[in-house]
């Protein structure tokens, strides 16, 4: 089993930073793949970013060139740096662990606003 636990999320206007973390417990050595998903009101829920271990990361459309994702193999977090954020990314931030293509852990979330 892997626990994951999300931090950073908050309030920010238009422009404005935020770094999210999540910090992973357990069993990690079986989860090569780690992701960032999130969830705005009815909306379905949306991979913003992944990196597997030693890996390129994968960015969706929507963020690319704002977001970072990055991972500390030591400490066992995964962070997700968010530049420039827009008030459509405003949503419940997830991280997700697994292998394989396949995420089999989630975290109980983060909640991002964004104010115009």
């Known amino acids: 089993q892997v626990q994951l636990v999300e931090s950073g999320g908050g309030s920010v206007q238009a422009r404005g930073s935020l770094r999210l973390s999540c910090a992973a417990s357990?069993?990690?050595?079986?989860?090569?793949?780690m992701g960032w998903f999130r969830q705005a009101p009815g909306k379905e829920r949306e991979e913003v970013a992944h990196?597997?271990?030693?890996?390129?990361?994968y960015y969706a459309g929507s963020i690319k060139g704002r977001f970072t994702i990055s991972q500390d193999n030591a400490k066992n977090t995964v962070d997700l740096q968010m530049n420039s954020l827009r008030p459509e990314d405003t949503a419940m931030y997830y991280c997700?662990?697994?292998?394989?293509?396949?995420?089999?852990?989630w975290g109980r979330g983060t909640q991002v606003t964004v104010s115009s």
């Open positions: 997700a662990a697994g292998s394989l293509g396949k995420y089999n852990y």
């Open positions: 357990g069993n990690t050595a079986s989860t090569s793949l």
């Open positions: 990196i597997y271990t030693g890996r390129i990361p």
